[in-house]
């Protein structure tokens, strides 16, 4: 049974509590608002038939979707509060959730610095193996996620060539980031390739995929993809919003985390009305746009604020939370 609210405010160990719980519920009301009454765009039709037999509210030919309060309240209810990210090597498994905090590289970076020339180019394959290697190495970091964007491959099944090099120099979990239904599919079978079978895999899952909402309020088809294909097998999904506050999400702290909340809440009802009991992360690499040159501003104190908030949200719903960008 969740105790919303409770976990992790024992005082114990380095804590930043940036809201209080009048202040988390307000969001949350806010949030559930807006998602009843604002909705949210979904480009999947699979995704639309899902949320319409769970109980929403449909526009199809706006690709709209509404959810009534109790059906959020319910799949929160149903995600679990612990997830395992498996290894290769069962000596690294990580157990997400409670107080445990670990690390993983950032991902999906599209550009390098070359360690010979010194100059920016386009990120490769052979940087992702070179990033998994060093994740490998390195006893600070607990899983791999995506590491790069490689640019010298076909841009259509960068996900598959980047996964195949990932699981090569790596004994640890592995993040993915799959592009569609069928490269989910694909890369569920590669992964049980490797473990033995997809029931093993079910009972280890060595994979996960990040999946990000597009702000503001709509979900892509290849993120509603992933997730319905990933929760049908037991995979665990990272529902991570980029909001940006100025930008694609009101100015003010409280306006970006009720966009960010939505946006997470529904790709994690996509997951449990695909799958109830499907293990979600709640994500988050939400910050600010830097006004000057309209790009995200990453690693700023605002940023730092944002997750803070973002993690007291997780917390309130007893879901495991992944931040980025910190």
């Known amino acids: 049974m969740k105790t919303p609210g409770t976990e992790g405010r024992s005082g114990v160990g380095f804590q930043i509590n940036a809201l209080s719980e009048e202040s988390i519920d307000r969001i949350h ?3 559930l608002e ?7 765009r979904v480009y999947s039709d699979l995704a639309l038939d899902i949320y319409h037999g769970g109980g929403c509210f449909v526009d199809r030919a706006a690709k709209t979707v509404f959810f009534p309060a109790e059906v959020v309240e319910s799949c929160i209810k149903r995600a679990p509060e612990e997830v395992l990210l498996a290894a290769r090597d069962e000596s690294f498994d990580y157990l997400a959730g409670g107080r445990r905090v670990g690390f ?5 970076g599209v550009q390098v610095v070359d360690l010979e020339s010194g100059s920016v180019r386009d990120s490769t394959l052979q940087d992702s193996a070179d990033v998994a290697r060093l994740v490998d190495y390195l006893d ?3 899983i791999l996620d995506c590491p790069v964007i490689p640019r010298d491959v076909n841009p259509a099944l960068f996900s598959l060539y980047n996964y195949e090099i990932m699981v090569s120099n790596t004994v640890k979990h592995c993040s993915t980031a799959p592009q569609s239904y069928r490269h989910a599919e694909l890369m569920i079978d590669m992964a049980a390739a490797i473990i033995g079978s997809r029931e093993e895999l ?3 899952p060595i994979i996960s995929a990040d999946v990000c909402p597009q702000s503001p309020l709509s979900l892509a088809r290849e993120t509603c993809e992933t997730i319905i294909v990933y929760a049908r097998h037991g995979i665990p999904v990272n529902v991570l919003s980029m909001a940006l506050a ?3 999400a009101p100015v003010t702290l409280a306006g970006t ?3 960010h909340n939505a946006e997470v809440l529904a790709g994690i009802c996509l997951s449990q009305l695909a799958k109830p009991g499907a293990p979600n992360f709640y994500g988050s690499s939400s910050t600010i746009m830097e006004m000057r040159r309209g790009t995200a501003a990453v690693g700023c104190p605002e940023m730092a ?3 803070a908030c973002v993690t007291a949200m997780a917390r309130r719903y007893g879901i495991p939370s992944f931040l980025a960008g910190s």
Do not use: P
């Open 29 to 31: 009301e806010a949030t």
């Open 140 to 142: 600070q970091y607990d």
């Open 305 to 307: 604020m944002i997750s």
């Open 104 to 108: 993983c590289n950032f991902s999906c």
């Open 257 to 259: 985390l009720v966009t």
């Open 202 to 204: 079910k009972k280890r």
């Open 34 to 40: 807006v998602m009843n009454k604002t909705g949210l």
């Open 246 to 248: 100025g930008g694609t």
